[in-house]
């Protein structure tokens, strides 16, 4: 079996990434890894034409000084009792633009697969080896242009000026002082209220307290409007009913004395 794939990846960036298992299983189209198990190891579905097969099995990656890499994996059908051994060499060869990656090895195989047409199969194999350094690649590149993002440290945030320092009240109140030179203020005049009236409500709450100030009612003429006061029919049944009673008592009392002296 021989095969060759272009990557549009530098030789360096795709060689670290098929020295690392995780990234080399993220890269293998359809596979369904087993959760405990090694990175490079689950379920594979394989299309072959119109069959398809599903492996469960482990593949290794290992890298060696001459610079090229081998691959070996076996699986066995999970509905079935073929399997699947496989060896294969890379070699990463960089070009202009890419890496050239040449791909030579051998596969043996039993069950199923050993039944369809071998076109089919190398043709499969092809696929799937294609979409495996591809993916790869695209990894590494992804991997390569992901910005790095800065952790701002504590000791460059703005730090407040502090409440106890006697120039910050200096300076607050240069500020009042620019502002009552500089006469009303925009908002006075958006909102209709005489400038004499709020410097006077400003006086007002000099040395109050805050919750004094917030718990004051308004005065001026945001002063409340007290709702008048009217009398109800309820008011004058209230002190009816006792007069009345009153009334119907001394009659009877003065009934029976006037009939104890006859």
């Given at each position: 079996m021989e095969h060759q794939v272009f990557v549009p990846v530098p030789a360096d960036r795709l060689a670290t990434a098929l020295a690392d298992p995780a990234r080399v299983a993220r890269a293998v189209p359809g596979l369904q890894q087993d959760a405990g198990a090694p990175p490079v190891a689950g379920r594979l579905k394989l299309r072959v034409g119109g069959h398809s097969v599903t492996y469960r099995g482990t593949a290794r990656v290992r890298a060696h000084e001459d610079g090229t890499y081998t691959v070996e994996g076996d699986a066995t059908e999970a509905r079935g009792t073929g399997t699947v051994k496989l060896a294969l060499t890379l070699r990463l060869a960089g070009t202009e633009g890419g890496t050239a990656?040449?791909?030579?090895?051998?596969?043996?195989?039993?069950?199923?697969?050993?039944?369809?047409?071998?076109?089919?199969?190398?043709?499969?194999?092809?696929?799937?080896?294609?979409?495996?350094?591809?993916?790869?690649?695209?990894?590494?590149?992804?991997?390569?242009?992901?910005?790095?993002?800065?952790?701002?440290?504590?000791?460059?945030?703005?730090?407040?000026?502090?409440?106890?320092?006697?120039?910050?009240?200096?300076?607050?109140?240069?500020?009042?002082?620019?502002?009552?030179?500089?006469?009303?203020?925009?908002?006075?005049?958006?909102?209709?209220?005489?400038?004499?009236?709020?410097?006077?409500?400003?006086r007002t709450m000099i040395g109050r307290s805050a919750e004094e100030v917030d718990h004051a009612p308004p005065r001026g003429r945001y002063a409340p409007v007290p709702a008048p006061q009217t009398v109800s029919a309820n008011q004058a049944l209230k002190w009816a009913a006792p007069a009345a009673a009153l009334a119907v008592a001394s009659a009877i009392v003065v009934g029976r004395a006037l009939r104890k002296r006859r």
């Open positions: 990656v040449s791909v030579e090895g051998t596969a043996d195989a039993s069950g199923r697969i050993a039944e369809l047409p071998a076109e089919a199969v190398s043709s499969a194999a092809a696929r799937l080896l294609t979409r495996f350094l591809e993916g790869l690649g695209e990894g590494a590149q992804e991997r390569e242009e992901e910005p790095e993002a800065g952790h701002p440290s504590v000791f460059d945030a703005e730090i407040p000026p502090s409440s106890l320092d006697p120039g910050a009240d200096d300076e607050d109140g240069e500020e009042d002082a620019a502002e009552d030179a500089e006469g009303p203020a925009d908002d006075f005049a958006d909102t209709g209220v005489p400038p004499a009236e709020a410097a006077h409500a400003r």
